[in-house]
């Protein structure tokens, strides 16, 4: 049972335009979702987080929106860059048990230069 | 400190023989999680320590598979008797204690079995 779904396997967005990742999760438990970038042959790295008692939080280039109805949350990049070329991760914990993350299974992202 | 640290990068092994991994946490982390992650998939949960206990294991962990961490700071994960399904990479990831932070991780072992 997928807990967390990443729908797109992979995305193509131009240089300096808007790269919008998508995820969905299930269970309403979860309060804390994480993005990670990975790139090939390296460990994830953390990029931006939010609490469910928000519905957005923004740090530089990147903004992640949660809709708690939905159980909907996005990433957006503006303006996107080569170096963001990687597959990006939507992760979920729950204040429960042992806190461990529950990943998506990912979105390549390519920027097209 | 320059982060969780895994150790080696890269394994190469015959069908049936043991490895170990080793993973040093971030020193003032309490909490160790080892994952793996094969290709198209995001990371699996394999198995959580808090100090030196072990307090979950996923059922991805069969008996083949033990983690330990005996003082609290680094830990090692053992696979005997290796089969091909268990090339993958195995993540190390530590947080601090305290609700609902994020988990660094480390760059990975990548496991192949030949």
């Known amino acids: 049972d997928q807990q967390v779904k990443q729908n797109s396997p992979s995305l193509s967005v131009q240089e300096g335009r808007i790269s919008i990742l998508n995820c969905d999760y299930t269970?309403?438990?979860?309060?804390?979702f994480l993005w990670y970038k990975k790139y090939p042959a390296e460990g994830p790295t953390f990029l931006i987080s939010?609490?469910?008692?928000?519905d957005k939080n923004e740090d530089g280039r990147f903004t992640v929106f949660l809709n708690k109805s939905a159980k909907h949350l996005s990433l957006h990049i503006v303006p996107s860059q080569p170096g963001d070329s990687a597959v990006y991760f939507c992760?979920?914990?729950?204040?429960?048990?042992?806190?461990?993350?529950?990943f998506g299974t990912g979105t390549r992202l390519t920027i097209i230069p | 400190d320059t982060g969780v640290s895994q150790n080696p990068r890269h394994k190469i092994t015959k069908r049936g023989q043991n490895v170990t991994f080793r993973c040093d946490p971030i020193s003032e982390h309490n909490r160790l999680y080892w994952y793996r992650q094969t290709l198209g998939q995001g990371p699996e949960f394999l198995t959580y320590?808090?100090?030196?206990?072990?307090?979950?294991k996923s059922r991805l962990l069969s008996d083949r598979f033990s983690a330990e961490r005996p003082k609290g700071s680094f830990s090692t994960l053992e696979i005997q008797r290796t089969e091909q399904g268990d090339s993958a990479m195995y993540l190390c990831?530590?947080?601090?204690?305290?609700?609902?932070?994020?988990?660094?991780f480390g760059q990975g072992t990548r496991l192949t079995v030949v």
């Open positions: 990831a530590s947080r601090p204690d305290v609700v609902l932070t994020e988990a660094f």
């Open positions: 269970n309403s438990m979860f309060d804390y």
């Open positions: 939010i609490s469910s008692i928000k």
């Open positions: 992760a979920t914990l729950s204040n429960f048990g042992n806190e461990k993350l529950t």
């Open positions: 320590f808090q100090n030196e206990a072990q307090l979950e």
